[in-house]
Every structure is written in C-alpha cells, then in structure tokens.
C-alpha cells in the first residue's frame, strides 16, 4: 500500500486570518523566536496497491481540482511508501 500526501498552503500573497492568530497567541503564551505563522491543511490518500503513475495523475487531478483552490492556495504532492 502506498500513500500519497497533499499539503496545501495559502499562496504568500494571500492574507492568512487563523495564522496570525496563532502568531499573536505563540507571544501570549510566552512562546518566543515565532517570526510567522501560516495555516493549511493536509490530505492523507491511502491507495489500494501501488502508487503507479496513473494513480498518482488522478491524485493530482484532485487536487487541482477538490483539494486546492488554486486562486488563492498552492500545493505539494509526495509519495509515501510503507516498508
């Protein structure tokens, strides 16, 4: 079984509200060194079998087209094999 991972960030550009939140709560909470903070979400895709290229493709199709917004966010995809 192979899994394959989508990480999806707002674009720099774009005003990130629940980052800056949690910026100003690292300094209340007394954490120090936080120069910024930026939110986004993970997807976690468990295939059946390998991760084939074609089945990879699909993935990325969704993620072009489901996962992400691609007006205002980007992302990553990667491979993840279990040993």
């Known amino acids: 079984m192979a899994r394959v991972v989508v990480d999806v960030m707002l674009k720099p550009e774009i005003l990130d509200p629940q980052g800056k939140a949690v910026h100003g709560a690292f300094g209340r909470l007394g954490f120090d060194g936080v120069a910024d903070v930026r939110q986004g979400k993970r997807f976690e895709i ?5 991760a084939t290229e074609e089945k990879v493709a699909e993935i990325r199709k969704a993620a072009d087209t489901l996962l992400a917004n691609p007006v205002i966010e980007d992302y990553t995809l990667h491979v993840e094999v279990d040993a």
């Open 46 to 50: 468990t295939l059946d079998g390998e």
